[in-house]
């Protein structure tokens, strides 16, 4: 069955490019009666335990009431492995989806971590964050750092095996590394030691504004991204009444979080990986401009052609992605 739900708002415009209907494209269906069904619900990788294979893979909820939890990732060699000293860098990895769509069971991302876990080496634990319009940003950050306070207590033989809790880096993809870059903001106040931050990585990281920018018009109908569809997830997403021009979508607008300001603090190093055949381009080279003026250590990886989500599309950049995640975090230590 198809997941049903309702909603706080009535059916948004799309008029930017009407020959593509973003709910359809998003496997959306407002209904009469406000709710949405997410066709979307229907796909899903079952986690794992077969010894034949080479990443074992299990789900846990960390707040019933919320519904939300992770998916521990962590490869079979780690848990043959004899040696107590072989610890592994832990990943919370955040997935994509506008804010609005998506799982840590979406086939995508579940491929994605799986092939992490063999080629970096490391611990992922995927957040099973809140989706809106149900629950609007900043629900999905706050899930961040209720996820933060749940590793911290070693919750699992993985965790507390295998996983190094002073070398974690919290990991996003689009939408996923929006959550990533605010972070250090949300967890300000919050104490999670153990674990120790080293820093951010952030993949093709979903930002806006209301102003145009050129990579956003040149591609306006893109085939993965089209523009309405972005405007749409952040419609969706944003908290009610708010536009793109919230700080949580547009890096260049007066930040009340500062979120920069405390990576600078917190001292993280930071990772944007982008191409230039995404709509969000000229997004991320925003980001990257801002944090050096910041005085941030940032390494940025941008491609030549490529789409948004080329990572989770196309196991060739995948595999070279995870080649450079490696390096990163290797230059670190």
């Given at each position: 069955m198809a997941t049903t739900t309702t909603a706080e708002n009535t059916k948004p415009a799309a008029a930017i490019n009407p020959v593509i209907d973003p709910f359809s494209y998003l496997g959306m269906v407002f209904n009469v009666d406000g709710s949405i069904t997410r066709e979307h619900g229907l796909l899903g990788t079952r986690t794992t335990f077969d010894p034949s294979l080479p990443v074992f893979t299990e789900d846990i909820t960390f707040n019933t009431s919320n519904n939300t939890g992770v998916r521990l990732y962590i490869h079979r060699k780690s848990l043959e492995s004899t040696s107590s000293n072989e610890r592994l860098p832990v990943f919370i990895y955040f997935h994509g989806g506008g804010f609005i769509i998506g799982s840590p069971a979406s086939p995508v991302y579940h491929d994605f971590c799986s092939l992490m876990v063999v080629q970096v080496p490391v611990l992922i634990v995927s957040v099973d964050y809140r989706l809106g319009p149900e629950h609007r940003l900043p629900a999905a950050y706050l899930d961040c750092v209720e996820a933060l306070q749940w590793i911290k207590t070693l919750p699992h033989e993985?965790?507390?095996?295998?996983?190094?809790?002073?070398?974690?880096?919290?990991?996003?993809?689009?939408?996923?590394?929006?959550i990533a870059y605010h972070a250090p903001a949300?967890?300000?106040?919050?104490?999670i030691s153990p674990l120790k931050i080293k820093g951010t990585i952030l993949i093709q990281p979903f930002f806006g504004g209301t102003k145009r920018t050129e990579s956003e018009l040149i591609l306006v109908k893109d085939k993965v991204l089209p523009l309405n569809v972005n405007d749409i997830m952040w419609d969706l997403a944003l908290p009610v009444g708010a536009d793109r021009d919230h700080e949580y979508c547009n890096l260049m607008v007066e930040s009340e979080l500062g979120a920069c300001d405390w990576i600078k603090k917190l001292g993280w190093r930071v990772m944007v990986q982008g191409c230039d055949g995404d709509p969000l381009l000229d997004r991320q080279v925003e980001l990257v401009k801002l944090m050096q003026q910041k005085g941030i250590e940032v390494v940025s990886k941008f491609d030549e052609a490529g789409c948004h989500a080329i990572e989770v599309l196309d196991p060739s950049n995948a595999k070279a992605l995870c080649l450079a995640i490696k390096d990163f975090i290797s230059s670190a230590a």
């Open positions: 993985w965790i507390a095996k295998f996983g190094d809790l002073s070398n974690c880096y919290i990991m996003g993809a689009s939408a996923g590394g929006n949300f967890l300000r106040d919050v104490e």
